[in-house]
């Protein structure tokens, strides 16, 4: 038994084997809001996970019009640009935090709300979400 705890260390070290595959957080890898995710026009699509204890989103691919709207607005680097920030889960499919526009170099309160396994409303919101705009994005 002694002999064989250093080759299960190992391969538990290393990710070479079934615990590999074993999320870090069993349940927030399961929630269906993680995943890569597409705007309406499918100009940038964005990566979602958990930071920390919180979900962000970054984009891991974007058109060149996305790109060049966004270097007009001071964002040099599109991809790689964390466009959610700091979300917490506020009940079943239903997320709180902050978006990041880069076309408009803001931030805003938001929220998400799952509609489908498929589909994320993201909601932008100023004024203390008196007004506010939203979109439907769709898993890749």
């Known amino acids: 038994m002694m002999r064989l705890f250093p080759v299960v260390l190992a391969i538990l070290l290393c990710g070479n084997g079934p615990a590999a595959r074993v999320p870090a957080v069993a349940g927030a890898a399961a929630d269906p809001v993680f995943g890569t995710w597409a705007n309406p026009k499918h100009t940038i699509a964005v990566k979602t996970a958990l930071c920390g204890g919180a979900l962000c989103g970054a984009i891991v691919d974007a058109t060149a019009k996305a790109q060049s709207d966004a270097r007009d607005a001071g964002i040099e680097h599109l991809v790689g640009t964390e466009l959610l920030r700091a979300y917490h889960k506020t009940g079943s499919g239903h997320w709180s935090g902050t978006v990041f526009v880069p076309d ?7 929220r998400i709300v799952q509609l489908s396994p498929n589909t994320l409303r993201i909601s932008g919101c100023i004024w203390g979400g008196l007004i506010c705009k939203s979109q439907d994005w769709t898993r890749l």
Do not use: D, I, K, P
């Open 104 to 110: 408009m170099g803001r931030s805003f309160a938001s």
